[in-house]
C-alpha cells in the first residue's frame, strides 16, 4: 500500500446520509483551511485536480481509497456518496466523462462553466440543523422537490442566478464542518428562506410522484398496471421520451395544451422547435413537465391513449429519438395507436375464391372485370399463399386448377388438355386501309433494342384483334404478331385516344364476318 494511505488526517469528518462525493470532499477541504482542488491535488500527490471531472459521477477511484483511508470510513459508503450506484437502475450506464441521462451537468470546462445549473439545493435545509451539506439526489434531473419541506429546489443562486460550484466552497459562518451558503458572486446567503414564498405551491401528488420515481431508482424496477413488474431504467427511458415529445416543436405545444385544458396544469413559458435535452433544462421547466407527464402515466394506458389520438400523434412522433423502445411501451403502441390489418377469417377468403371463381371460363381465362371483382382481387393478394391453398384444395373443382404464383397473384390457368389455339390471321388490306386512319400515328424513328425486331401497326392490330376474337391471354399470342410486350405498348398506348374503340369495333365487325 502507498504511504499516503498509513496515516490518517488530522479532522476525519464522515459522510453524512445521502450526502453527495463532492459536498463531503468539499467539507473536508474547509475543515483542514484548503480550498477543495489544492486539498485534491495534495491528497493525490499530484498536479491535476481530480476535480477536473464531475467527482460525483464516481469515475476516480483513487479519491475514493484515499478519502475512505484518511478518514477511517468504510469504502462502500464511500462509493455510496457517488452517483455510480443508479448505474443500470436510471439508465443502462452512467458517462463517467461526459454528459448521462437523468444526471445533471455541473459544468466544470470553460465552455460550460456559468451555464451549467447542475447542483441543486433546499434552502431550508441548508439553514437548518448542525452540518450544512448536499444531497446526492439533488444531482438528479427528475428530483425537483424538498419532500421533507414541500417545496422547490433551487438551482441557482436567486439573487444573481450564479450557478452553485462546491469547489469554491468555504467553511459555514458557525465555525462548523458544514459548507458556507454564502454566494461567491453576490456574497449573498443561498439559504434565505423569503425567496421560498415567490415559488409556486407543492400539491401532494407532485410529492407522490417523486417519491414513486425515487423509489423506483432505488430498488431497481417498478410496478405498472396492466403490464406488472419493470426493470427501472426502462421505465426511466419512457418518462424521457415523453418529456422530450412535451418540449419538441408543434406536437409538443398541441399535447401541452391538451393536458393544460383538461387537467388544468400549467404550460411552459418558452417553446422550441428542436430536440431538447431535458437535463440541461431548469428546475422550474422540469417540474413542470414531469407533471404532465405524471397525468399521462396517471391510469396507464388509457389517458396516454386518449392524449395520443386526440392529437394525431404518430408511431414516428412516439419513437423518435429513442435508442431502444421498451416492450412495454411498444405494445401499447403497437395494439392501441397503430392501423393493424384485417385478418380476414375463413369463411370470408372461401366465399371470395368462389365468387372468383365463377368469373372465368373453361379455359382458365377471364369473362370480363367489373370493380367487384378487382376489389376481390385485391383482397385474395393480401393473404398468403398458403391460407388460399389450403381453402382451394377444399372446393374441389374438377378439371380447374389454381395456379401457385408465388407473387401474390391468383389466377386460373387453361388446363393441358385445352391447349389448341385458332391459327394466327392477319387483318386483311381491305379491312386495314378503313381503319388506319382511325389509328394514331407516332413520327417514325429508330429503336435500338436487344435482338427485338419492331413490329408495324397493322401486325400489332391484328395480334390486338386476335386477343379479343379467341379471349386468351397476352402471354400466349402467337409469335407470328411478334412479342406480347411489344403488342401490349402499343395497345396500352393507343386506348387513350378518341378512335381506337371504334377502330377494334371496326376491325372485330369486319374480322368475324370474313373480311
Given at each position: 500500500?502507498?504511504?499516503?494511505?498509513s496515516?490518517?488526517?488530522?479532522?476525519?469528518?464522515?459522510?453524512?446520509?445521502?450526502?453527495?462525493?463532492?459536498?463531503?470532499?468539499?467539507?473536508?477541504a474547509?475543515?483542514?483551511?484548503?480550498d477543495?482542488?489544492?486539498?485534491c491535488?495534495?491528497?493525490?500527490?499530484?498536479?491535476h485536480?481530480?476535480?477536473?471531472?464531475?467527482?460525483d459521477?464516481?469515475?476516480?477511484?483513487?479519491?475514493?481509497?484515499?478519502?475512505?483511508?484518511?478518514?477511517?470510513?468504510?469504502?462502500?459508503?464511500?462509493?455510496?456518496?457517488?452517483?455510480a450506484?443508479?448505474?443500470?437502475?436510471?439508465?443502462?450506464?452512467i458517462?463517467?466523462?461526459g454528459?448521462?441521462?437523468?444526471?445533471?451537468?455541473?459544468?466544470?470546462?470553460?465552455?460550460?462553466?456559468?451555464?451549467?445549473?447542475?447542483?441543486?439545493?433546499?434552502?431550508?435545509?441548508?439553514?437548518?440543523?448542525?452540518?450544512?451539506?448536499?444531497?446526492?439526489?439533488?444531482r438528479?434531473?427528475?428530483?425537483?422537490?424538498?419532500?421533507?419541506?414541500?417545496?422547490?429546489?433551487?438551482?441557482?443562486c436567486?439573487?444573481?442566478?450564479?450557478p452553485?460550484?462546491?469547489r469554491?466552497?468555504?467553511?459555514?459562518?458557525?465555525?462548523?464542518?458544514?459548507?458556507?451558503?454564502?454566494?461567491?458572486?453576490?456574497?449573498?446567503?443561498?439559504?434565505?428562506?423569503?425567496?421560498?414564498?415567490?415559488?409556486?405551491?407543492?400539491?401532494?401528488?407532485?410529492?407522490?410522484?417523486?417519491?414513486?420515481?425515487?423509489?423506483?431508482?432505488?430498488?431497481?424496477?417498478?410496478?405498472?398496471?396492466?403490464v406488472?413488474?419493470?426493470?427501472?431504467?426502462?421505465?426511466?427511458?419512457?418518462?424521457?421520451?415523453?418529456m422530450?415529445?412535451?418540449?419538441?416543436?408543434?406536437?409538443?405545444?398541441?399535447v401541452?395544451?391538451?393536458?393544460?385544458?383538461?387537467?388544468?396544469?400549467?404550460?411552459?413559458?418558452?417553446?422550441?422547435?428542436?430536440?431538447?435535452?431535458?437535463?440541461?433544462?431548469d428546475?422550474?421547466?422540469?417540474r413542470?413537465?414531469l407533471?404532465?407527464?405524471?397525468?399521462?402515466?396517471?391510469?396507464?394506458?388509457?389517458?396516454?391513449?386518449?392524449?395520443?389520438?386526440?392529437?394525431?400523434?404518430?408511431?414516428?412522433?412516439?419513437?423518435?429519438?429513442?435508442?431502444?423502445?421498451?416492450?412495454?411501451?411498444?405494445?401499447?403502441?403497437?395494439?392501441?395507436?397503430?392501423?393493424c390489418?384485417?385478418?380476414?377469417?375463413?369463411?370470408?377468403?372461401?366465399?371470395?375464391?368462389?365468387?372468383?371463381?365463377?368469373q372465368?371460363?373453361q379455359?382458365?381465362?377471364?369473362r370480363?372485370?367489373?370493380?367487384?371483382?378487382?376489389?376481390?382481387?385485391?383482397f385474395?393478394?393480401?393473404?398468403?399463399?398458403?391460407?388460399?391453398?389450403?381453402?382451394?384444395?377444399?372446393l374441389?373443382?374438377?378439371?380447374?386448377?389454381?395456379?401457385?404464383?408465388?407473387?401474390?397473384?391468383?389466377?386460373f390457368?387453361?388446363?393441358?388438355?385445352?391447349?389448341?389455339?385458332?391459327?394466327?390471321?392477319?387483318?386483311?388490306?381491305?379491312?386495314?386501309?378503313?381503319?388506319?386512319?382511325?389509328?394514331?400515328?407516332?413520327?417514325?424513328?429508330?429503336?435500338?433494342?436487344?435482338?427485338?425486331?419492331?413490329?408495324?401497326d397493322?401486325?400489332?392490330?391484328?395480334?390486338?384483334?386476335?386477343?379479343?376474337?379467341?379471349?386468351?391471354?397476352?402471354?400466349?399470342?402467337?409469335?407470328?404478331f411478334?412479342?406480347?410486350h411489344?403488342?401490349?405498348?402499343?395497345?396500352?398506348?393507343?386506348?387513350?385516344?378518341?378512335?381506337?374503340?371504334?377502330?377494334?369495333?371496326?376491325?372485330?365487325?369486319?374480322?368475324?364476318?370474313?373480311?
Open positions: 500500500m502507498n504511504h499516503r494511505y496515516r490518517t488526517w488530522p479532522v476525519r469528518l464522515a459522510p453524512q446520509e445521502n450526502e453527495s462525493c463532492s459536498s463531503w470532499t468539499a467539507r473536508l474547509s475543515a483542514h483551511g484548503l477543495a482542488l489544492s486539498f491535488c495534495a491528497a493525490l500527490n499530484t498536479r485536480s481530480p476535480w477536473l471531472r464531475d467527482i459521477r464516481g469515475g476516480n477511484r483513487d479519491l475514493l481509497e484515499v478519502l475512505s483511508s484518511k478518514t477511517g470510513v468504510e469504502i462502500e459508503r464511500a462509493e455510496r456518496t457517488t452517483l450506484a443508479y448505474e443500470g437502475r436510471i439508465s443502462e450506464r458517462n463517467l466523462k454528459n448521462s441521462r437523468w444526471i445533471l451537468p455541473i459544468g466544470l470546462n470553460y465552455r460550460s462553466k456559468g451555464n451549467s445549473f447542475g447542483q441543486q439545493y433546499c434552502a431550508r435545509c441548508l439553514s437548518e440543523g448542525r452540518v450544512c451539506y448536499y444531497r446526492r439526489d439533488w438528479l434531473a427528475f428530483i425537483t422537490l424538498c419532500v421533507r419541506h414541500r417545496v422547490q429546489l433551487f438551482d441557482r436567486p439573487h444573481c442566478a450564479a452553485v460550484d462546491n469554491t466552497a468555504g467553511r459555514s459562518r458557525g465555525g462548523g464542518s458544514g459548507l458556507s451558503t454564502v454566494c461567491t458572486r453576490c456574497n449573498n446567503d443561498r439559504s434565505d428562506a423569503d425567496d421560498i414564498s415567490n415559488l409556486p405551491a407543492v400539491t401532494a401528488a407532485e410529492i407522490s410522484f417523486q417519491n414513486s420515481l425515487l423509489q423506483t431508482a432505488e430498488r431497481g424496477w417498478i410496478e405498472i398496471p396492466g406488472g413488474p419493470v426493470y427501472s431504467h426502462l421505465y426511466f427511458v419512457v418518462v424521457r421520451r415523453l422530450v415529445l412535451l418540449t419538441t416543436g408543434r406536437i409538443g405545444t398541441a401541452r395544451q391538451y393536458i393544460n385544458r383538461k387537467y388544468d396544469s400549467g404550460d411552459l413559458d418558452k417553446e422550441r422547435q428542436s430536440y431538447v435535452t431535458i437535463e440541461w433544462l428546475v422550474g421547466t422540469r413542470m413537465l407533471q404532465m407527464v405524471r397525468e399521462l402515466l396517471t391510469g396507464w394506458p388509457h389517458r396516454f391513449v386518449e392524449c395520443c389520438k386526440a392529437n394525431k400523434l404518430s408511431r414516428q412522433a412516439l419513437f423518435n429519438h429513442m435508442r431502444y423502445i421498451p416492450y412495454w411501451y411498444w405494445n401499447v403502441v403497437r395494439w392501441e395507436l397503430a392501423v390489418r384485417y385478418e380476414a377469417t375463413e369463411q370470408e377468403i372461401e366465399a371470395a375464391l368462389r365468387y372468383l371463381y365463377r372465368y371460363d379455359y382458365g381465362n377471364a370480363y372485370f367489373p370493380k367487384e371483382v378487382r376489389a376481390v382481387g385485391v385474395l393478394n393480401s393473404i398468403t399463399w398458403r391460407r388460399k391453398e389450403k381453402l382451394w384444395q377444399k374441389r373443382v374438377p378439371n380447374r386448377r389454381l395456379k401457385a404464383n408465388r407473387s401474390s397473384q391468383t389466377r390457368q387453361q388446363s393441358p388438355e385445352s391447349n389448341e389455339l385458332p391459327k394466327p390471321q392477319m387483318i386483311s388490306n381491305r379491312i386495314w386501309k378503313q381503319v388506319r386512319d382511325l389509328i394514331p400515328t407516332r413520327r417514325p424513328y429508330r429503336r435500338i433494342s436487344k435482338g427485338c425486331v419492331a413490329i408495324d397493322k401486325t400489332a392490330l391484328s395480334g390486338m384483334v386476335y386477343i379479343l376474337a379467341t379471349r386468351c391471354t397476352w402471354d400466349r399470342l402467337p409469335a407470328e411478334g412479342t406480347h411489344q403488342v401490349y405498348s402499343k395497345f396500352k398506348r393507343w386506348r387513350r385516344t378518341e378512335g381506337f374503340t371504334a377502330a377494334m369495333a371496326l376491325c372485330l365487325q369486319l374480322y368475324s364476318g370474313g373480311g
